[in-house]
């Protein structure tokens, strides 16, 4: 090979190796593969979060738990389940109270409900990360609220005159039955950078009905088809182009459907295994609608959408609670570019310290390996979305492959194999017309400078 082509490999691999190293949950690292995939992570917290909860320090407690877990994933939206239970009937926090206790949750400060300070916080561990775009849901059962956590600000994008909605009522048609779902299932529109992205995104959240009864079970159900229902007639307008085509949503009332390539995706607590459940259940229902495989899904053309089916990275385990999968994240796979990947994490099944992310593999005695138990009795699910970028030139020389305006691995392939085929692509730097260490130097500080 000759000396230039073997140093040009030498000096790719190295960049590859240093773009790829952000996933590598072997080697402790858990993060996203590319600045611009959205990661969604879903987790039922057990009244970490409540104002009530004594211990919100550095210390052996769920609060810190928790702290430390979302600082090692990071997600760009986060959405929770059982926050602000005090242990009393009718004593569930409030919106206001739950809004202020996500902002010491990720910023620390002076505890107003139970004296001190708050000395665990997200940002004592991941600085500079922040999702400071809080939707608390106003409906609760007298227990419980659902809250989103958002990277990126919320907007008004189907002229309903808001931009998040907690709650609905579905006048019964088709197979959604009168009624809503209990604790509220909270819908939150949020609007993402043009500069970066070809549309937007909705996020959903909810906690349906628990517990094993007939009852229960038939509460649950009749839950998943209104939300079902919601989507596909409010979000996607059942394929009329007009939201609400039989006008059986009570509220609210949006003046268009979503826009092309903004997906809806949406999570929770189901409370029920689709494995072992023996019948079509929650997840199935909200993805498919009446008709698997039919012409009613709630994808934006009507096909089914789909949920996760996200297993524990070493085990290969679907269980998010016990040996039970109850928590999912859905999502319409006709506008989702590409899933990049799916996980459910449990501290307890990485096989060594040095392999939990940082914070995790740093919490305090008896070992880091129980984290996920202090947290919570659930385990969070996480999805790493691709969505569809915007279209944009080159941002500077290294930019040689689509998606442009994202330096990657793309880049790094177009230059390598342009360069050994002695390709115009590659010729970055004088003297031009000839392929040498200066079109690489070229190409490794373009890579290196980022696009701005």
Not at 4 to 14: G, L, R
Not at 251 to 260: E, G, K, R
Not at 391 to 396: D, K, S, T, V
Request: net charge negative; hydrophobic share 40%.
């Amino acid at each position: 090979m000759h000396r230039s082509a073997i140093i040009v490999t030498a000096t790719i691999a190295a960049l590859a190796g240093s773009a790829l190293a952000q996933w590598n949950p072997t080697g402790g690292e858990w993060g996203k593969s590319t600045d611009t995939d959205v990661r969604l992570m879903t987790w039922n917290i057990l009244d970490t979060i409540r104002t009530e909860n004594p211990s919100k320090t550095d210390s052996i407690s769920n609060w810190n738990a928790c702290v430390r877990i979302v600082a090692g994933f990071r997600p760009d939206v986060l959405i929770l389940q059982e926050t602000g239970d005090n242990g009393c009937s009718g004593c569930v926090d409030s919106v206001a109270e739950l809004t202020n206790l996500a902002h010491l949750f990720f910023h620390g400060g002076a505890d107003p409900y139970m004296g001190g300070t708050v000395t665990s916080y997200v940002q004592l561990f991941a600085p500079g990360y922040d999702l400071p775009y809080v939707f608390v849901s106003d409906t609760s059962d007298g227990y419980n609220r659902n809250m989103i956590l958002s990277r990126f600000p919320y907007a008004d994008l189907n002229g309903d005159g808001s931009a998040t909605e907690s709650n609905f009522l579905v006048l019964a048609d088709e197979y959604a039955t009168t009624g809503n779902v209990i604790r509220g299932y909270q819908f939150a529109e949020i609007d993402l950078p043009d500069a970066t992205y070809d549309g937007d995104l909705v996020i959903g959240n909810g906690h349906l009905k628990a517990g094993s009864t007939t009852s229960d079970k038939a509460q649950r159900l009749a839950e998943a088809q209104r939300v079902a229902y919601y989507v596909d007639y409010l979000f996607n307008g059942a394929g009329t182009g007009e939201p609400d085509p039989h006008s059986t949503i009570i509220f609210p009332n949006p003046a268009t459907i979503l826009a092309d390539n903004t997906p809806v995706i949406w999570g929770g607590d189901w409370n029920e295994d689709e494995v072992t459940n023996g019948r079509k259940g929650p997840a199935e229902w909200m993805t498919r609608a009446a008709l698997t495989g039919g012409t009613d899904g709630t994808d934006r053309n009507r096909s089914d959408s789909v949920y996760d089916s996200a297993t524990d990275v070493f085990t290969g385990s679907r269980a998010t609670h016990g040996s039970s999968t109850l928590d999912y994240i859905a999502w319409q796979d006709s506008i989702v570019e590409n899933v990049v990947r799916q996980f459910v994490f449990e501290s307890a099944n990485v096989p060594s310290t040095s392999q939990l992310p940082e914070p995790v593999r740093t919490f305090p005695y008896p070992a880091p390996v129980v984290t996920s138990s202090f947290a919570s009795d659930h385990r969070p699910v996480i999805v790493d979305f691709q969505l569809t970028l915007a279209q944009a030139g080159p941002c500077n020389d290294a930019d040689l492959a689509e998606p442009y305006d994202v330096l990657d691995l793309a880049d790094i392939n177009a230059f390598t194999s342009g360069f050994l085929a002695q390709d115009p692509i590659a010729d970055l730097a004088e003297p031009f017309g000839v392929l040498d260490l200066n079109d690489i130097n070229a190409f490794i500080a373009g890579f290196i400078s980022g696009c701005p």
